[in-house]
């Protein structure tokens, strides 16, 4: 009886991830020659010289990007020029406004508002042509590029009122928009982008929280260090039903931190004991949220088996 052979699909994962990690390095070192490459030429590059090395590389580097996605065989290299497209059009949408004076760059939110929302719209017009992560991945990013300037340039403007919390408030909706689309990401299975979601969700919403409630700062809000506290407890009990480590672990780093901006406070009512006291009372606590981590972690791997 003859060996069946080993067929492409079975030995091709590990191959297509490493191809993927080195075609995105590769990506990312064309963007970082075609910036550099310009900066110091600068002065010695004239205007139309300056658009075509930028914006038209950028142009460049989508077209060949969909060129080659149209042959699934090589969609792994087509990442990459869409990798370059993402980094280089940007840039190449600023130099071109530089350079044709087409916008104060004094505006700067207003520039970045605009330049994120036409990123926006060319990726987002690629995912619903071509539905693939990469285009979700530029979605999300952009997207929320484009939202923090227009919320920044509403609100630092000199015709509205500005708010000294408006970037934390940012933070919070953004980490709240990143977990429910990775649960409608996880649910849907089409698209590997739920974990790196949470992963920059939970902390962008508990970051927030902290600077909201003042921690490690004796006149911090009150009502928001108990939102903290609560957000904290949260990460812990839907650790498990979303079956995410990293609100797990998170949840660890940030109720260690608030547990320790917590005691500081009582330091003083010690007296010379006060500090060798926290200390100790630290290392007990951090040999608890170790196990506590240590036992959810199980619970999520088991879940996680495939049945």
Do not use: C
């Given at each position: 009886m003859t060996k069946k052979p080993r067929s492409y699909t079975e030995s091709s994962p590990p191959i297509i991830t490493l191809l993927e990690i080195i075609n995105f390095l590769g990506g990312a070192l064309v963007f970082l020659g075609i910036a550099f490459l310009v900066s110091i030429n600068w002065f010695s590059l004239n205007s139309f010289l300056k658009i075509a090395l930028t914006l038209g590389s950028g142009i460049a580097a989508y077209l060949m990007g969909i060129l080659i996605y149209l042959n699934k065989?090589?969609?792994?290299?087509?990442?990459?020029?869409?990798?370059?497209?993402?980094?280089?059009?940007?840039?190449?949408?600023?130099?071109?406004?530089?350079?044709?004076?087409?916008?104060?760059?004094?505006?700067?939110?207003?520039?970045?508002?605009?330049i994120t929302a036409i990123c926006l719209c060319i990726f987002l017009f690629s995912h619903l042509l071509y539905p693939?992560?990469?285009?979700?991945?530029?979605?999300?990013?952009?997207?929320?590029?484009?939202?923090?300037?227009?919320?920044?340039?509403?609100?630092?403007?000199?015709?509205?009122?500005?708010?000294?919390h408006v970037f934390d408030y940012q933070l919070l909706f953004l980490g709240c928009c990143y977990i429910l689309l990775g649960r409608y990401l996880d649910r849907d299975k089409k698209f590997p982008l739920t974990e790196p979601l949470y992963f920059?969700?939970?902390?962008?919403?508990?970051?927030?929280?902290?600077?909201l409630a003042g921690i490690f700062n004796p006149i911090g809000s009150s009502f928001w260090k108990v939102i903290t506290a609560l957000l904290i407890i949260a990460s812990f009990f839907l650790a498990v039903p979303l079956k995410s480590k990293s609100f797990l672990y998170w949840?660890?780093?940030?109720?260690?931190?608030?547990?320790?901006?917590?005691?500081?406070?009582?330091?003083?009512?010690?007296?010379?004991?006060?500090?060798?006291?926290?200390?100790?009372?630290?290392?007990?606590?951090?040999?608890?949220?170790?196990?506590?981590?240590?036992?959810?972690?199980k619970k999520i791997t088991r879940l996680k088996k495939p049945s």
């Open positions: 065989k090589y969609e792994t290299l087509g990442t990459a020029f869409f990798l370059i497209a993402a980094l280089t059009l940007p840039l190449g949408l600023y130099v071109s406004i530089d350079t044709l004076n087409l916008m104060n760059l004094n505006d700067f939110d207003k520039i970045n508002a605009l693939r992560t990469i285009f979700l991945l530029f979605i999300i990013l952009f997207a929320s590029g484009f939202f923090i300037s227009l919320i920044n340039y509403l609100t630092l403007h000199p015709l509205y009122l500005f708010y000294n920059f969700g939970l902390p962008f919403i508990l970051s927030a929280s902290y600077s949840g660890g780093i940030f109720l260690v931190v608030y547990l320790t901006d917590l005691s500081s406070q009582f330091v003083h009512l010690f007296g010379p004991y006060g500090w060798p006291l926290l200390l100790i009372f630290l290392g007990f606590l951090f040999m608890f949220t170790g196990y506590w981590v240590r036992h959810i972690h």
